[in-house]
């Protein structure tokens, strides 16, 4: 995809302001939309949750489908840089998803430049989150692209759309960068099994202290609920991404584990071309910034 427009930086309130009102007109709007009011309408018809989609483009817009769309409410965009996670608030017996995205003026470019160097990108290139509240008190099955992620209830799931580029098979204007579907039930199944416990060292621990890990040995192709385990022993926060090529679709393509000291630092397991990182193989101890999540990069 190539594009002879120019467009100038946006300042981090601009950018606000226009993802505010992209995601107000997605929410109001089209066959394809969830009003602001769906979500007391649903539970009060009683309506049992379905499915929903949502769908992130390569301009940065959000699309909402599925018979389950009602359920949906928007919980607020805001602009972040370096990585950082917005501490969204999520309500009791609610759902979060938040999706991490590039503004719609920005795509093509900073998309691309993040996808050749991540760690090189200077704290400016401001980057937009985007959260929605689901109202459900089932358990859901999150699929991300096709592939099976993990069963949610009253939980946050977050999915980082700025380093898939145009060159991604499939990711164009007209088919997103990202697909997220929440449904249920599966199999006729009445309940789920619960999340992994964190343990009583996550419970106790100050989110916002940067601390010491060990990055643990995991290599491509490894089943997603096999990684997430690993990661909540260690308690890391989790996000997840979808690249093509790498791996089986549907595994584990890499981890990226947020390290202290350059704003965009990340350790890499397995490392890209089995290039070894002295100090970030599996195994050894780094400091992890806290501010960030752990990133799982699924095989699209």
């Given amino acids: 995809m190539r594009t002879h427009r120019h467009h100038h930086p946006l300042r981090p309130a601009n950018l606000v302001g226009g993802a505010v009102a992209l995601v107000a007109a997605l929410l109001s709007t089209g066959c394809d939309s969830a009003p602001t009011a769906a979500a007391g309408e649903a539970k009060g018809a009683g309506a049992a949750f379905s499915a929903v989609r949502f769908a992130v483009d390569a301009r940065g817009g959000i699309q909402i489908s599925g018979a389950s769309r009602t359920a949906v409410a928007p919980a607020g965009t805001h602009a972040l840089s370096a990585g950082r996670a917005h501490p969204f608030a999520r309500?009791?017996?609610?759902?979060?998803?938040?999706?991490?995205?590039?503004?719609?003026?920005?795509?093509?470019?900073a998309s691309r430049a993040r996808a050749r160097a991540p760690e090189l990108l200077p704290p400016e290139e401001v980057q937009a989150e985007t959260g929605f509240l689901v109202d459900t008190a089932q358990w859901v099955r999150a699929d991300l692209d096709g592939h099976p992620l993990q069963w949610l209830?009253?939980?946050?799931?977050?999915?980082?759309?700025?380093?898939?580029?145009?060159?991604?098979?499939?990711?164009?204007?007209?088919?997103?960068?990202?697909?997220?579907?929440?449904?249920?039930?599966?199999?006729?199944?009445?309940?789920?099994?619960?999340?992994?416990?964190?343990?009583?060292?996550?419970?106790?621990?100050?989110?916002?202290?940067?601390?010491?890990?060990?990055?643990?040995?995991?290599?491509?192709?490894?089943?997603?609920?096999?990684?997430?385990?690993?990661?909540?022993?260690?308690?890391?926060?989790?996000?997840?991404?979808?690249?093509?090529?790498?791996?089986?679709?549907?595994?584990?393509?890499?981890?990226?584990?947020?390290?202290?000291?350059?704003?965009?630092?990340?350790?890499?397991?397995?490392?890209?071309?089995?290039?070894?990182?002295?100090?970030?193989?599996?195994?050894?101890?780094?400091?992890?910034?806290?501010?960030?999540?752990?990133?799982?990069?699924?095989?699209?």
Wanted: with cysteine; glycine share 8%.
């Fill in 153 to 300: 209830r009253r939980d946050t799931i977050r999915i980082d759309t700025t380093n898939a580029t145009a060159e991604d098979p499939g990711s164009s204007i007209e088919s997103p960068l990202a697909r997220l579907t929440l449904s249920a039930p599966h199999g006729g199944r009445s309940g789920q099994p619960t999340p992994p416990p964190s343990g009583p060292a996550c419970a106790g621990l100050d989110q916002r202290s940067n601390r010491s890990v060990v990055l643990p040995a995991v290599e491509a192709g490894a089943p997603v609920t096999d990684v997430l385990a690993s990661l909540r022993t260690q308690c890391l926060k989790v996000q997840y991404a979808s690249q093509s090529g790498g791996a089986r679709p549907g595994t584990v393509r890499q981890i990226l584990v947020p390290l202290t000291g350059q704003p965009l630092a990340v350790a890499v397991v397995p490392p890209p071309d089995g290039i070894d990182v002295p100090g970030r193989t599996p195994g050894s101890t780094v400091r992890v910034d806290r501010r960030r999540p752990a990133t799982i990069v699924v095989t699209r």
């Fill in 91 to 109: 309500p009791a017996g609610k759902l979060l998803v938040v999706l991490r995205h590039w503004p719609q003026a920005r795509t093509e470019r």
